[in-house]
């Protein structure tokens, strides 16, 4: 899990309390919580896992949030939103 990519670029909309991403082309659609969303938005193929978690991180729970961040991402590549080969 090196530097997770989004497999393309979505449109998305906030829907209450979750943010619904849509694919251009095929206008399926994917609802995450906007935890999710915000590590989609950074997954960017440049952004390693330690600079999202230094994002995320406050008052020393970094290897919390770390493997948060991992499990998230996974979640991500599992619904065919992300790619961290």
């Known amino acids: 899990m090196n530097l ?31 935890i999710a ?17 230094d994002v995320f991180s406050v008052d020393g729970n970094r290897d919390i949030v770390q493997a948060a961040l991992k499990g998230i991402i996974e979640k991500l590549e599992e619904s065919g939103l992300v790619l961290s080969k």
């Open 4 to 34: 997770p990519k989004k497999t393309k670029e979505m449109a998305w909309t906030r829907v209450g309390n979750a943010y619904v991403l849509v694919d251009p082309k095929t206008k399926e659609n994917v609802t995450i919580d906007p």
């Open 37 to 53: 969303f915000m590590v989609w938005v950074q997954c960017d193929g440049e952004t390693n896992l330690e600079s999202m978690a």
